[in-house]
């Protein structure tokens, strides 16, 4: 067998999006998994819909999920005399003809039959032009577009995903392809590329397989293998409507932008549409890659659920080693924060990793590290006690920890400790305890543990954070 090729043929016609990563990643995947290639392709044929930019943005982020690419990026755009060649074979050998007609008038001729309620296609005006007719009017530079005849009869071709599908050809249109500026349309310039590019298996989105039929056409007429296919099911909203931009955001860089982490959102993605097989949700790329197949494959739409995005990504937050994450929170950093100190961070990321699920997050969990939070003095008070308790016990518990020599401080298990024994020694009330010290400490009804707390403030901030708390029960 030939060597396995993948591809991933983007538009460069703005961002990624996320339905287009899913099929990046699939072809990636498929073509690992056997050894293969990886082909990126820029379709770039419909200078209409170019945006500048978007090819760099394309790499850039293809970069960012660490898909690699084995060959390319091939641009279309610079084979362009390849496509007109191609054209001119199926010219020649009487599968396609030219077409002079105007704008203006296949307007008119859609208008009359959707008047009609007739489909929309062309009529063939121009299909019996005599051929030195056509030769003279390209001679006298008339503009003029190849159009493919399509025969009689019905096509059919296999689907990996939804099997068989047969089309009769009488539902095809005599379809453009090589324009008048001398670009081709997609449908010409993918068939000739997958083919010259040596493709074995095109994995793509299920918008397209409805121009499959005229594909299998255009493979026949030049003599080419055909690849396998395999069409993908749609990605969803919550409302089962197809993903779209106004339900959320649907490009790569808007979940970047929110602090979603790389291999979380590559997680997430691929299992829209496949099914590793167990009902673990967390898998790694080598895994991912591993247990990619063709046959497990959904056959039914997938919907996009952020919540479980979110769930996902504070998984992978909760994973990561605190350095590693310190690292990825930094740029999170509100301008002037800039120069927490790395150990700071650190150990920030390992107390409060659990609580994160976007990397985003680390901008409001950093201030209160920063500096002395806040604190409403009823909230000091624990649920069963009063305030004179709330004062007593955080007089009782600065003592503890002031008689603490730093070596106490060196991890949140020792001052755990610490506080266990203080509070046993003396018969106190957990509750009594640890409560006001925490919010002494973090201002907040909810936050890390007070020993967690201590580690990260170290000895002398939490004794001064312990007495502003006093002061303010005084
Ligand atoms: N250029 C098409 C796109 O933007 C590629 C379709 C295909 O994979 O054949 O998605």
Same mark, same amino acid.
């Given at each position: ?13 703005? +961002?990624?999006?996320? #339905? ?14 056997? #050894? ?34 084995? /060959?390319?990026?091939?641009? *279309? ?30 307007? /008119? ?8 309620? *007739? ?26 577009? &190849?159009?493919?005849?399509?025969? /009689?009869?019905?096509?059919? +071709? ?16 005599? *379809? ?6 001398? +670009? ?37 007429? +030049? ?49 829209? @549409? ?28 997938? &919907?996009?659920? &952020? ?64 500096? *002395? ?41 020792? &001052? ?14 957990? @509750? ?19 020993? /967690? ?22």
């Amino acid at each position: 067998m030939d060597k396995i090729k993948t591809r991933f043929p983007p538009s460069p016609t703005g +961002f990624l999006h996320i #339905g287009s990563l899913r099929t990046a990643l699939y072809n990636y995947y498929f073509a690992r998994k056997h #050894g293969g290639a990886f082909v990126l392709r820029i379709e770039d044929t419909d200078r209409s819909r170019y945006v500048e930019g978007a090819v760099e943005s394309l790499l850039r982020t293809l970069k960012r999920m660490e898909i690699d690419v084995d /060959e390319g990026p091939f641009v *279309q755009s610079e084979r362009l005399e390849i496509y007109r060649a191609h054209a001119q074979q199926l010219v020649q050998a009487g599968h396609a003809y030219r077409c002079f007609c105007s704008k203006e008038r296949l307007e /008119e001729l859609r208008a009359v039959q959707q008047t009609a309620k *007739q489909p929309t296609k062309y009529d063939r005006a121009c299909l019996t032009l005599a051929t030195d007719e056509v030769e003279a009017r390209i001679a006298r530079g008339d503009a003029s577009v &190849v159009r493919m005849r399509i025969p /009689e009869g019905e096509t059919s +071709f296999e689907d990996e995903v939804r099997g068989r599908v047969t089309i009769q050809n009488k539902e095809l249109d005599d *379809q453009v392809l090589l324009k008048a500026d001398g +670009f081709p349309t997609y449908h010409l310039a993918v068939v000739v590329d997958d083919h010259l590019m040596g493709i074995t298996h095109v994995i793509r989105g299920e918008e397209w397989i409805s121009s499959v039929p005229k594909h299998i056409l255009l493979y026949q007429w +030049f003599g080419f293998p055909l690849p396998v296919f395999a069409h993908l099911p749609l990605i969803l909203n919550p409302d089962r409507s197809k993903l779209s931009k106004r339900q959320g955001d649907v490009s790569v860089e808007d979940y970047f932008e929110k602090g979603f982490l790389e291999e979380a959102l590559g997680n997430y993605v691929s299992l829209l @549409g496949f099914n590793p097989g167990g009902d673990r949700e967390i898998y790694s790329r080598e895994e991912l890659i591993a247990a990619f197949d063709l046959k497990k494959l959904n056959k039914s739409g997938a &919907v996009f659920d &952020v919540n479980k995005l979110l769930w996902m990504n504070g998984q992978y937050l909760k994973n990561l080693p605190a350095d590693e994450l310190a690292l990825r929170v930094r740029p999170w950093l509100e301008h002037g924060a800039g120069d927490v100190p790395e150990q700071l961070l650190q150990k920030v990321c390992d107390v409060e990793k659990t609580r994160m699920s976007l990397l985003s997050d680390i901008r409001n969990i950093i201030p209160m590290y920063l500096h *002395q939070p806040d604190i409403s003095p009823d909230l000091l008070v624990w649920k069963t006690a009063d305030r004179e308790d709330a004062l007593l016990q955080l007089k009782g518990v600065r003592e503890r920890m002031d008689a603490c020599d730093d070596k106490t401080f060196s991890t949140p298990g020792l &001052v755990e400790e610490t506080l266990k024994r203080y509070i046993e020694e003396r018969n106190l009330g957990t @509750g009594n305890v640890l409560w006001p010290l925490r919010v002494a400490l973090s201002g907040a009804k909810r936050s890390p543990g007070p020993h /967690e707390l201590a580690w990260v403030l170290g000895k002398e901030e939490t004794i001064r954070r312990i007495d502003h708390a006093t002061s303010l029960l005084a």
